[in-house]
């Protein structure tokens, strides 16, 4: 099953903190004072009636909430960590996603320092109050159930709490920590329901409280919170139904009657997205999944096709299939057709130049098994013209997205295979070669 997933910087809005710089020191105890004070001010049956009270309650847990990170900020140089907060108490290297860091312990919390001296995360190992973003929420909810006239305090407070938990989630993100990033995701979304709140309803979160489920690999979940999003027309420009048939099908495994479902939702998403290939893909799997002919998808885009013959995505979406079949020479008139329609669509041209390295692996592997035959020098070239074919569409495709490693990979593994062929080439071979080495390096 094939899972092509938005990169993270376009299917995930990260949150990390971004608070104003107080030189203050943490004063846990107090802290937890407050809480104690306010755990006796709720048990009194008189001041718990008053909103106020838990106005006051939730404060006091944000406060003990951000008692260690409200001084940092995504970014922030190294030396002013330690102008701030002093010296750490311990310096090791950590690794992260294979990427490396320097942990800097402050005893209560850690922070993870990149290579160019930045601050990019934290985790907070001894919390002031545990679960304290928790009660703040229950408290400004009480405090606008005693009395509605405090919308302006716990609209504000409850707006900080929203902050905090998508700064929370992009932390544990970074953390790769997706459990817990799904769970402060989702909490933003219902606090943007919550009346006290009385704000937009929190689409994206509850979009990135799906994706992070579905790496969390919990599919139940992310399957629910996906569908939520899809009720609120939070589509992610189709690939929502890309995440949310992963999830689909990693939650029902073998069961093919409870996979076919999934073609309902994705049939949606082929109406409301014709020309993403993400859904295409997900379709084309699930009618193999299934046992069914994927060619059924094609009579679907090309109805579309036929309504709006100029819509270049309609043409992407039914190349994307016929590719999927193999019917390479379908898919190359179906690209040919978008950059007819829109000539700086960069994909459609990266897309040809793929077809027809395909078309010449295919070729390739049949003429290797005439080695030694009379036509096999003239059926060499045959591939060799074909991979040359490929070289101007890869051109024109780095031309319109010059920063794409991927086309430039591709000029230098087809212009290393025909080197031979012209000094042209080999000029070419050169250029490429080396701008993907300083590309990589990058």
Same mark, same amino acid.
């Given at each position: ?16 903190? *971004? ?11 107090? #802290? ?31 406060? $003990?909430?951000?008692?260690? *990170? ?29 990427? %490396? ?17 930045? =601050? /990019? ?12 973003? +928790? ?19 716990? @609209? ?8 905090? !938990?998508? /700064? ?8 790769? +920590?997706?459990?817990? $990033? ?8 219902? =606090? ?8 937009? &309803? ?22 629910? +919170? ?35 479902? $999934? ?10 997205? %014709?020309?993403?290939?993400? &859904?295409?893909?997900? #379709? ?5 999944? #299934? ?15 036929? @309504? ?16 999927? !079949? ?12 978008? =950059? ?16 027809? &390295? ?27 013209? !074909? ?35 012209? %000094? ?5 071979? +050169? ?12």
């Amino acid at each position: 099953m094939k899972k092509t997933f938005l990169t993270i910087a376009a299917a995930l809005v990260m949150c990390l903190p *971004t608070f104003a710089q107080q030189q203050q020191k943490v004063d846990p105890a107090a #802290l937890q004072k407050k809480i104690e004070k306010s755990d006796l001010d709720v048990a009194n049956e008189k001041k718990a009636a008053k909103a106020s009270t838990w106005v006051k309650r939730a404060e006091a847990m944000m406060a $003990a909430e951000n008692a260690y *990170t409200s001084q940092i900020y995504d970014n922030m140089e190294a030396n002013m960590v330690q102008l701030m907060l002093g010296k750490p108490k311990g310096v090791e290297d950590a690794t992260i996603e294979n990427t %490396p860091y320097l942990k800097m312990n402050y005893g209560a919390f850690n922070l993870y320092i990149s290579s160019d001296q930045k =601050v /990019k995360g934290w985790e907070v190992v001894k919390p002031v109050y545990e679960g304290a973003i +928790d009660k703040a929420i229950e408290a400004y909810g009480k405090a606008y159930e005693l009395d509605a006239k405090m919308l302006k305090k716990t @609209k504000l407070g409850l707006q900080n709490v929203a902050n905090t !938990l998508g /700064k929370n989630a992009g932390n544990s993100y970074f953390l790769r +920590d997706f459990a817990s $990033a799904a769970d402060y995701f989702e909490k933003a979304y219902e =606090v943007s329901l919550m009346p006290a709140a009385e704000m937009p &309803v929190d689409t994206l979160s509850i979009f990135n409280a799906g994706f992070t489920a579905y790496f969390a690999k919990q599919y139940e979940r992310s399957v629910k +919170d996906l569908l939520i999003a899809e009720q609120y027309g939070y589509y992610q420009e189709g690939d929502l139904y890309n995440v949310l048939y992963n999830s689909f099908r990693s939650l029902c495994g073998e069961d093919k009657v409870k996979l076919a479902e $999934a073609k309902e939702f994705l049939l949606r998403g082929l109406k409301l997205f %014709p020309g993403n290939a993400n &859904v295409i893909t997900c #379709l084309t799997d699930l009618y193999l999944a #299934l046992g069914e002919n994927p060619e059924a998808v094609v009579p679907m885009v090309q109805e579309a096709i036929a @309504k709006e013959p100029e819509n270049a995505m309609l043409w992407y979406g039914l190349g994307a299939i016929y590719k999927e !079949l193999k019917k390479y020479d379908e898919a190359m008139s179906a690209f040919n057709k978008v =950059v007819e329609l829109n000539p700086n669509n960069a994909l459609a041209y990266y897309y040809i130049g793929n077809l027809y &390295v395909l078309k010449g692996d295919e070729l390739n592997d049949q003429v290797s098994n005439s080695w030694g035959s009379e036509t096999y020098k003239e059926d060499m070239q045959r591939v060799l013209n !074909l991979y040359g074919q490929s070289i101007a569409p890869f051109e024109k495709a780095h031309e319109l997205m010059p920063q794409e490693i991927a086309f430039v990979e591709y000029l230098k593994v087809v212009t290393f295979r025909l080197r031979n062929e012209s %000094p042209e080439i080999q000029a070419k071979f +050169d250029k490429y070669n080396e701008l993907f080495k300083q590309m990589n390096a990058q």
